[in-house]
């Protein structure tokens, strides 16, 4: 046996030739490639809150969405579940 180490490619390379294997990696690969997608799109967005008595208000423009709460957390909070729903059937 060699001391040598193995490249990571050449070892992926020979367990991807197992079908059932290649399969599941396919999936998995499928469903990360969404979620980077996911957040490297949310990564970019511009989100502004400001009061509104006796409500917070919450924006994204980029996406044209809008939410409120009745405090400034909530309002991001609500905003944030908002854009991943969004993104979310988008990628669907």
């Known amino acids: ?3 040598k180490p ?18 599941e990696y396919d999936a998995l690969e499928t ?14 967005l511009v989100l502004s809150v400001y009061a509104e008595p006796p409500y917070w208000v919450s924006e994204c423009a980029e996406l044209g969405l809008a939410s409120c709460g009745d405090t400034k957390k909530e309002a991001l909070a609500n905003i944030r579940e908002a854009i991943d729903l969004y993104l979310e ?3 669907q």
């Open 1 to 3: 046996m060699s001391d």
């Open 6 to 23: 193995i490249p990571y490619e050449e070892i992926k390379e020979r367990i991807l030739k197992n079908p059932e294997v290649r399969k």
């Open 31 to 44: 469903e990360y490639q969404r979620a980077k997608q996911r957040i490297d799109a949310r990564a970019k």
């Open 89 to 91: 059937g988008d990628n």
